[in-house]
């Protein structure tokens, strides 16, 4: 299967080509075919070795962004279709209603603190971006999944950031639901 990315020069190092390939066509069959057994997790966590010459890393992440948003949307329509579509509304407001209790929490106390040593997400970073979802959540500011994803925060240690996992694995809950509103 051929794919359209750019590649980096010969001298400069990107993606390993054939992986890439070989990846995305399995990811493209599942979703044609509707397999369980590959979904939008295994897009979202994909790596891939490097090469010299290789596809632009850039271009390649943004790929999969688009793959992992069009996983997380067959599973919404496929949800609606088994148990209609007022019902999966209901399960999708209760899981942001669930998101929204995190962010109510009073800024520096919203996830756990890292232990001593460990690496951390600066607070600050992390409540900024919190309020935003707050403004997301209850006014209706305008937000994608991609401005979650791409959120970057400061690097601290120890009990001066949160807990990094904690953060990621909570952002990933938030970009789940975003992509999952219809």
């Known amino acids: 299967m051929s794919t359209s990315f750019e590649r ?3 001298f400069s190092v990107g993606y390993a080509s054939a992986e890439v390939d070989d990846f995305l066509a399995r990811a493209r069959s599942a979703y044609e075919s509707k397999d369980p057994s590959f979904d939008g997790s295994d897009v979202a966590t994909a790596s891939f070795g490097t090469e010299r010459g290789g596809y632009d890393m850039r271009t390649v992440d943004e790929a999969l962004d688009r793959l992992s948003d069009a996983f997380a949307l ?25 998101l929204k209790e995190r962010l109510e929490r009073p800024a520096g106390l919203r996830f ?12 600050t970073d992390v409540d900024a971006l919190c309020d935003q979802l707050v403004s997301y959540f209850t006014d209706g500011l305008p937000m994608s999944v991609d401005d979650v994803r791409r959120a970057a925060f400061r690097r601290r240690r120890g ?12 952002l990933d809950h938030v970009a ?4 999952s509103v219809p």
């Open 176 to 179: 789940d639901v975003m992509a």
């Open 112 to 123: 756990a603190p890292a232990a001593p040593g460990d690496p951390a997400y600066d607070r």
């Open 74 to 98: 067959q599973a919404r329509d496929e949800a609606i279709a088994a148990s209609g579509e007022a019902a999966w509304i209901a399960q999708l407001t209760e899981r942001a209603e669930a």
């Open 8 to 10: 980096v020069s010969r």
């Open 159 to 170: 009990a001066e950031g949160y807990q990094e996992a904690v953060v990621d694995v909570y």
